[in-house]
């Protein structure tokens, strides 16, 4: 049976079933928002080209054009709909160079991205900016060069190892592994004067590339920003609104967040060609490149780089297109989708495979509406600006909105990259699992028509169930919603990571000959994320599971104890607050069935009430001891690794602080990051039980 008789029996038996009746279950418009004739993979198609037509960073007309074609889709699925400005500092590059002068020779580096022959964007690749770092900053660093690997802090560590001091050097570093902007901030800390990031081969590359394969061509660059905090950098905590108060540069240094040193992101190629002139002690077998790659080694020098970087700061505005569909029963009960539309360059994959699903779901509901549905709880579907330079759109309208979100958010749901290159991934806060697996096991797998989602995820990984991640990384949108103002969330795509990353090869026809061909995976990604938005906004009863909460609370414990057991750290408090919240989940259930029996709107309200703000409980409002926007104690990002995620995160902190001083005072500050965590979990379950003590 093929995949579209399949649905359409499953919409057609579903439509006699209540042909009769005056109004059909939520579930029978669940089932044809899914279907084949709802989904239309040629209009997604269709989105994308336009969107992608032209760079569109951040703060730039052709990023306000691509705003008003997505509010014009809104509009014209007749969802009230508006645009959000605000007035935001960005940055843009002014002037970089880049030589390297040792005893033979100067090299002087081109530092561009070239056009490919027969390059449909050539007309347009001027308007791609030159290759920068966002809030790099600005300056001149000459030295010789220290090969750091990823540049983490254990590589920093293996290179002390190894007699290599990196003082007043400039590092080369590769991609990968962890966020560039602590690639910087690292190498800072260890006394760099300069970074250079390359994309190596090893990760990035291939026997062939674009435009023949999909890996990235040798002069491919990428770019993106250092920034290490959230938010626009000069109003941290309040909304970039009007004539509003803006830290000085100086206050903006003095926060840590912004870089001290210049960096710059270069190609494989030229990464290759300094690598082949640093000397000194061969570096560890890892830290080698791939096939066809000179011996690395660590230097310093005797090559000296020159880098230059020049700059500038601009209050830019940028866009928030929202539009808003009223909930029937419930309007203010917010479900949150959300996606960004700037790019760094064309952005077919990041972010605009996102938007272009978003539009289909759009469509998707108006088709929904003609048919008499309407959602119980209101459904917000969001396009952010500035996303790439700090997740700003989305933060600054979470900052402007805080207390409102706080009250009435029941869940927010955000895709960036829906196609990358791989299997279907999801991350979540937890008492999302069970509902992600359920609509997983509902839509098909676009590269198999034989069976489910569910199903391909399952049979990618090595266990018996599917792995799920947390949110606790800053890589995306969800960011504001989870760590700051403590709602549910979900983070999902086909994939995690494509060779053309962030470079001027991330365009429609890259999409087209290597990341979804016929974009049946972006139907499916739609149908995914439109069915949890579906379920969130139209279940009477909200379906959470805390028990999934209460069992990555314990394992995360258990993980914690083994770093620790040696320590006279007492986790008995964290474990007790773990286990009154499993008692708690375990009675909401309880509570569940019985509302079923005999239920009212008032108890049905009650209870929700308690399933969303349970999540909130999580949160401090004095926020992470060194980091307190980052209010929520359970997920935030690595304190060296933006994209990493923590469980635990102030824990985390103070133990990576006590490691370093070890000293009475900073172990005694450890067992009180445990009380905090352990107090917050306690008001979790209260808030669940829903009962004063």
């Given at each position: 049976m093929t995949k579209l008789t399949f649905f359409t029996l499953i919409v057609l038996a579903t439509s006699i079933s209540f042909i009769f009746l005056?109004?059909?279950?939520?579930?029978?418009?669940?089932?044809?928002?899914?279907?084949?004739?709802?989904?239309?993979?040629?209009?997604?198609?269709?989105?994308?080209?336009?969107?992608?037509?032209?760079?569109?960073?951040?703060?730039?007309?052709?990023?306000?054009?691509?705003a008003a074609y997505v509010l014009s889709i809104f509009t014209s699925c007749n969802i009230p709909s508006h645009v959000t400005s605000y007035d935001v500092s960005l940055t843009y590059p002014v002037s970089r160079s880049l030589t390297l002068k040792s005893s033979e020779k100067t090299i002087k580096f081109g530092l561009f991205q070239e056009i490919y022959d027969g390059d449909p964007y050539a007309e347009v690749a001027n308007e791609v900016l030159p290759t920068f770092h966002a809030y790099a900053r600005s300056g001149t660093a000459t030295g010789p060069v220290v090969y750091a690997n990823y540049g983490r802090v254990e590589d920093y560590a293996t290179l002390r190892e190894m007699g290599v001091n990196v003082s007043n050097t400039v590092v080369l570093a590769r991609y990968g592994k962890?966020?560039?902007?602590?690639?910087?901030?690292?190498?800072?800390?260890?006394?760099?004067?300069?970074?250079?990031?390359?994309?190596?081969?090893?990760?990035?590359?291939?026997?062939?590339?674009?435009?023949?394969?999909?890996?990235?061509?040798?002069?491919?660059?990428?770019?993106?920003?250092?920034?290490?905090?959230?938010?626009?950098?000069?109003?941290?905590?309040?909304?970039?609104?009007?004539?509003?108060?803006?830290?000085?540069?100086?206050?903006?240094?003095?926060?840590?967040?912004?870089?001290?040193?210049?960096?710059?992101?270069?190609?494989?190629?030229?990464?290759?060609?300094?690598?082949?002139?640093?000397?000194?002690?061969?570096?560890?077998?890892?830290?080698?490149?791939?096939?066809?790659?000179?011996?690395?080694?660590?230097?310093p020098g005797p090559a000296i780089a020159n880098l230059s970087y020049e700059g500038q700061q601009v209050i830019s505005t940028i866009q928030n297109v929202i539009a808003v569909i009223e909930g029937e029963e419930e309007p203010d009960r917010f479900v949150i989708l959300g996606n960004h539309r700037d790019a760094w360059t064309f952005g077919a994959v990041d972010p605009n495979s996102g938007t272009a699903s978003l539009l289909e779901i759009a469509q998707r509901l108006e088709k929904l509406q003609k048919r008499g549905w309407r959602p119980r709880r209101t459904i917000i579907l969001c396009n952010w600006d500035a996303e790439e330079y700090g997740l700003i759109g989305s933060t600054e309208w979470v900052e402007e909105n805080r207390e409102m979100l706080a009250a009435r958010v029941v869940a927010y749901l955000n895709v960036d990259c829906a196609v990358q290159a791989g299997d279907f991934r999801a991350s979540a806060t937890p008492q999302l699992d069970e509902l992600i697996i359920q609509a997983a096991q509902q839509v098909q797998d676009p590269d198999n028509s034989s069976q489910t989602i569910y199903q391909s995820w399952l049979a990618s990984g090595n266990d018996t169930?599917?792995?799920?991640?947390?949110?606790?990384?800053?890589?995306?949108?969800?960011?504001?919603?989870?760590?700051?103002?403590?709602?549910?969330?979900l983070d999902m795509s086909f994939g995690e990571g494509y060779p053309v990353y962030h470079s001027m090869y991330d365009d429609f026809v890259w999409m087209k000959k290597f990341g979804d061909p016929m974009f049946h995976r972006h139907v499916a990604a739609a149908s995914i994320w439109g069915l949890v938005a579906l379920r969130l906004a139209d279940d009477e009863v909200l379906p959470f599971n805390y028990l999934s909460y209460a069992y990555e609370l314990q394992k995360s414990a258990e993980h914690l104890e083994a770093e620790i057991s040696d320590k006279g750290i007492s986790l008995v408090p964290l474990y007790a607050s773990i286990e009154k919240l499993r008692k708690a989940a375990s009675r909401i259930k309880n509570?569940?069935?019985?509302?079923?029996?005999?239920?009212?709107?008032?108890?049905?309200?009650?209870?929700?009430?308690?399933?969303?703000?349970?999540?909130?409980?999580?949160?401090?409002?004095?926020?992470?001891?060194?980091?307190?926007?980052?209010?929520?104690?359970?997920?935030?990002?690595?304190?060296?690794?933006?994209?990493?995620?923590?469980?635990?995160?102030?824990?985390?902190?103070?133990?990576?602080?006590?490691?370093?001083?070890?000293?009475?005072?900073?172990?005694?500050?450890?067992?009180?990051?445990?009380?905090?965590?352990?107090?917050?979990?306690?008001?979790?379950?209260?808030?669940?039980?829903?009962?004063?003590?």
């Open positions: 005056e109004t059909p279950p939520k579930s029978y418009y669940h089932t044809l928002f899914i279907s084949d004739s709802f989904s239309d993979n040629s209009s997604i198609a269709n989105h994308l080209y336009t969107l992608t037509k032209r760079p569109h960073v951040a703060g730039s007309q052709a990023n306000a054009d691509a962890i966020y560039r902007g602590d690639i910087v901030h690292n190498a800072h800390a260890v006394g760099a004067i300069g970074v250079l990031i390359f994309t190596d081969k090893k990760d990035y590359g291939g026997e062939k590339w674009f435009p023949d394969d999909k890996w990235m061509p040798p002069s491919g660059v990428q770019v993106g920003s250092v920034y290490d905090g959230i938010g626009d950098p000069t109003t941290p905590g309040w909304p970039s609104t009007g004539e509003c108060e803006r830290l000085s540069d100086e206050e903006v240094d003095e926060g840590g967040n912004v870089p001290l040193i210049p960096s710059l992101p270069i190609s494989w190629a030229d990464g290759d060609a300094i690598i082949r002139t640093i000397g000194g002690k061969v570096a560890n077998v890892d830290w080698q490149g791939g096939k066809d790659s000179p011996i690395y080694r660590v230097g169930t599917v792995k799920l991640g947390r949110l606790g990384g800053a890589g995306s949108d969800y960011a504001a919603f989870v760590q700051h103002i403590g709602s549910p969330a509570d569940i069935k019985a509302l079923k029996a005999k239920r009212s709107r008032a108890s049905v309200r009650e209870l929700n009430d308690r399933l969303i703000m349970t999540e909130r409980a999580f949160t401090d409002r004095d926020g992470l001891s060194s980091r307190t926007w980052y209010k929520h104690l359970i997920y935030a990002p690595a304190k060296h690794d933006d994209y990493g995620s923590n469980s635990f995160p102030g824990i985390s902190d103070a133990i990576e602080s006590a490691k370093s001083l070890n000293s009475s005072d900073s172990w005694h500050s450890v067992q009180h990051e445990v009380w905090r965590v352990a107090r917050a979990i306690t008001q979790a379950s209260l808030v669940l039980n829903g009962r004063l003590t």
